[in-house]
Structures are given as C-alpha cells and as structure tokens.
C-alpha cells in the first residue's frame, strides 16, 4: 500500500465514520436501545424516556395519539391567576390524568389578578410569567409543541370595560405565542377568552364525572348531578332524563338558556344548567338580615329607637349575636345602610329561619315556562328527571358540613337535622364534641345557623329535592380538586378543540 492508498483509506474510513456518528446522533435517543438509568427499564430494543413513558402501558391506546400528553390550563381570577399543568397518559381509550401540578402568582397589594393591571395589558401579560416558568420546568421539551394551552378568565376582567379587557386578553395571547413553545387554543375555541358563566357550571359538570369514570369512557351509567355553592351565586347542572310516554310530562328538555349541549369522548349530553346570580351564600345572607329588620321597621315604622337595641333574628344561634351592616337602598331616610345588633332567640327556632329563607327564594315568582325551581326559574323536576343518579354539592355546601363531621353522603332529612342542634346553641352542641375542632367553628361564626338553614331550604324548597334524597359532599375525587378547570382542559386533548403542534418552530 503506497502513503497516498493509506491517506485515502484513511480518509474514507474517516468520513464513513463520521456517517455512522452522524446518523446515531441523529437517531432519537429512545430509539438508540441504551437502558436508561431513571426509566429502570429498558423494554427490550427500545428504552424508555421516562418523561414521556408511564408506568401504566407501554404503548398508546390510539395509533394517531401520543402516549402521554400535557394540557395547561390558566385560570384567570380577580384575587390571582392560577396554572394547572395536567399529565394525561392514553393507556385506555380515554385519557387518564397522571397527575396536576399548581401554582398561584404570588398576592400583591390590589390583587394580583389580570384587572388588578387596569391600563397596563403588558404588564398584566407578563405577570403570567412565573406561571409559565412551572409549565417549563414540567413539561418535558420533547412534548412541549404540543402541548395546548388556554387562559380563561372569570367576569372580574368585564369590569375594565369591553376595549381594556379585550387589550389585555390580545396582550397575553402574544407573549404566550412570542415567548413560548406552547400552541394557544384559537380564539373561536375559547382559547384566551372571558368565560361565560355557563360554561364554568358545564366544566365542573365535566370534571366531576369524568373523575368518577361515568363520561369519556366505556362505561355509560347514568351521570352525577352537580350543586355549587360560591358566594355570589349558585349553580346547578345535571342530565335530566325523560321517559317518554309518562303522564303529562314533556319527553324532551324545553329549549332555552338552560338547554346545554354537550360533545365529549364521543357522546352527545343535552344538559340542564343554570347559575342563579344573587343566590351565593353571601348574598343569601344579606338578603335573610335584610328580611328580619325590613319586619322590623314595618312593625315598627314611626319610633326608630330599638334599632340601638339588639335584633332578635332566628337565624342567630341561641346565645350567640353579631353586629350586621344591612344595605337599605340610597333613597332610605335611615341611611343607604345601618349597623344593627342580629342576636339570638332564647331557644332555637330554625323553622322561623327557615321562613326567612324562603321568602329569598321567591316560590311565587311569575313562572313563564313551567314547572320552575324558585325565582321564576325553568328547572325539569328532579323528582321526575333525576330521581335516583347521584348529586354532588361543593364549595360551600362542603365548607358548612364537612367540619360539623357530616359524613361523605347524607339525606336533607340528616341536613335538617344538623340544622336546628346548630341553631339551639351550645345547650346543644353537646353532640359535637366528638368532632375536632367543630366547637370551636361553632364558637367563632354565629352565621352557622343562618348559613346550614339557607342551604337546606335551597335545596328542599328551592330545587325540590325530597327529605329522603341522599346528596354528596366533596372537595376533591381522586384525589383531583372539583372545579372548572379540568373539565375546561379534558376537550384540548383532541386536536380538533383548536391548536396545532408547532412543530415548524422548533426544527
Ligand atoms: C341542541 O341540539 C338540538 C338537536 O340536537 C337542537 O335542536 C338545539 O337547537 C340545540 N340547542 C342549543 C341550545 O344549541
Ligand atoms: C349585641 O347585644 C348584646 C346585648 O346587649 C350584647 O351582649 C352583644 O355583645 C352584642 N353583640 C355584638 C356583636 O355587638
């Protein structure tokens, strides 16, 4: 072999090399059969990427969709926003969540919520940042062009006005898309958008039956009812059913606001919702001060001078008194509002309070399309549409209950119960003594009676639920919290919910 045979071998040998070196480089690394010391598996040939594999299945259920997916989700407050980073795996036919990770922006003098911003949209856009550091960190890089995310914002963000508010959501939507891998939902999709009220019922619907297997997957037994309870309004979504022919009773959900239909995992819902705006525990309160002194000053009407003494209300614990600041309008002689001092009857009397709590409700409101719950309001009958289906109440119903040591699942019958031991006052908390820390509770908050009467009423006057109706309480299912926002972040799994992966970017 002469020196320039040998400097040409060499030299092929060389480039040939560098070939192979180029192609293993370029081959992805769960491809390359190296056993990954994280993954601790390395499933023959191929080894395991353990930030896109699962311990649950090897492979996806569905050839077009990936084994595990990441959903982000903004939730868009008035006090701060909050992220969820959900982590789905595709074992089944429906996805299963992995698991969620959560982080709040931190509070700041005036709120930390986008409005809190006012004419600053900027600003307001990057106070998303921290958020969006923890989807960083979580998602895996491999997953993050695909990876959707929303921001759904709550009605804090209408009181800016139409022009401020639509600024701030254009402002958001371009730093996500200019700064970060993950595609944004269209705008036609909900993608960065002010949430309507419904849609918030609809998507706890979703969660909460998704959570329990009885939607998106095989299983088709008959769905779970849902009762929220917020401080400024509550609402109810639940799947009426109609057996057709039966005695007088139409076959079909009326059409109207309350008609919800639904699309998800392959099936078709038609829903009943409805959010009834002024009925929250804290405006139910309001009005229920507002019903005692308003008899008050009727009985009452020349000689104002017992408003300096205490108001006997029934809807105080015996023993127990506040000081109440009851709204009575701009045009009142007395003040548009005035501090009273709401006390206690000398023994318990939740059946009067009861009374109070009804006429909130307004039963003999004019009713347009029958039959209707309180207020005016078209409802089915539960009796007749959702007679034995589960139903879930939260948020408030849970607070009030749960810490008296009702358990997960009891009848109004047992609520009302527990009513009137609340409102007789300690002469009867003598069975909460067993409950850690209810005394105290009851001790520290005389709206307790008030509060657990509304809520029974609500529900037995208001929806007509019968005194033998079993209902739920539950802060969380699986160890997942209820809410809106996995059920918001279920749809954007499909492609068709409005993204693409940005795989252009990243090439
Ligand atoms: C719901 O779907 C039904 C038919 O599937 C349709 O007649 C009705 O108008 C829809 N209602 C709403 C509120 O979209
Ligand atoms: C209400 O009046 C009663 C009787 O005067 C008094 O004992 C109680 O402390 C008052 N409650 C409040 C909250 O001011």
């Known amino acids: 072999m002469t020196p320039s045979q040998r400097a040409r071998y060499l030299k092929t040998g060389g480039i040939l090399a560098f070939i192979v070196l180029l192609l293993f480089l370029l081959t992805p690394s769960e491809k390359r059969g190296f056993s990954n010391i994280a993954g601790g598996y390395s499933g023959g040939q191929t080894a395991i990427d353990p930030t896109i594999s699962t311990d649950k299945c090897t492979k996806s259920y569905h050839p077009s969709k990936p084994l595990i997916q990441y959903a982000l989700m903004i939730d868009a407050g008035s006090t701060g926003s909050r992220i969820h980073v959900y982590r789905f795996n595709n074992c089944g036919p429906t996805p299963e969540l992995e698991n969620e990770i959560f982080k709040m922006t931190e509070p700041k003098a005036g709120g930390a919520g986008l409005s809190s911003y006012k004419a600053d949209a900027e600003g307001a856009a990057m106070s ?53 891998p993950f595609p944004v939902v269209a705008d036609e999709k909900g993608g960065v958008q002010i949430m309507d009220g419904k ?28 009762f929220d309870l917020g401080g400024g309004s509550t609402q109810i979504v639940f799947q009426p059913t109609f057996k057709s022919p039966s005695g007088g009773m139409p076959d079909t959900l009326a059409e109207g606001d309350h008609k919800y239909n639904l699309s ?38 020349t000689d104002h001078t017992w408003l300096g003494e205490p108001i006997i209300n029934p809807c105080v614990a015996s023993g127990m008194s506040r000081e109440v600041e009851v709204k ?59 007679s034995r289906e589960d139903v879930y109440i939260f948020s408030y119903f849970f607070d009030r209950t749960q810490p008296l040591g009702m358990p997960e699942s009891f009848t109004l019958k047992e609520l009302k119960d527990l009513t009137a031991k609340v409102c007789e006052g300690e002469s009867g908390w003598g069975i909460f003594g067993s409950v850690e820390g209810a005394l105290a509770e009851l001790k520290d908050r005389p709206e307790w009676c008030m509060d657990l009467n509304f809520m029974f009423t609500l529900l037995h006057t208001g929806y007509e639920m ?4 079993e209902v739920r309480i539950a802060k969380k299912i699986k160890g997942n919290e209820l809410g809106w926002c996995l059920g918001a972040s279920l749809p954007l799994l499909s492609q068709e919910s409005g993204w693409k992966c940005r795989i252009k970017e990243i090439s």
């Open 128 to 180: 998303l940042d921290p958020l969006l550091e923890v989807a960083m960190h979580t998602v895996p890089d491999k997953l993050k062009p695909c990876s959707p995310i929303a921001v759904k914002a709550t009605a804090g963000l209408r009181l800016l006005g139409p022009e401020m508010s639509s600024k701030i959501l254009a402002a958001v939507r371009t730093r996500l898309e200019t700064v970060y």
């Open 199 to 226: 849609d918030e019922g609809v998507y706890a619907w979703i969660t909460t039956n998704y959570l329990l297997g009885k939607i998106g997957g095989p299983d088709e037994t008959p769905t779970a009812a849902v």
């Open 264 to 301: 998800f995992g392959g099936r078709d819902f038609t829903l009943y919702q409805h959010s009834h705006l002024g009925y929250g525990l804290m405006s139910a309160r309001e009005a229920m001060h507002k019903i005692v002194l308003d008899a008050q000053l009727e009985e009452h009407p």
């Open 328 to 386: 009575l309008g701009e045009s009142n002689p007395l003040g548009a509002s005035i501090k009273v001092n709401m006390t206690g009857p000398p023994e318990g009397s939740p059946a009067q309070c009861r009374g109070v709590a009804e006429k909130i409700l307004k039963k003999d409101a004019e009713c347009k399309l029958a039959p209707c719950s309180f207020n005016g309001v078209h409802q089915p009958s539960l009796d007749k549409t959702f």
């Open 466 to 469: 019968p005194m033998d109706r």
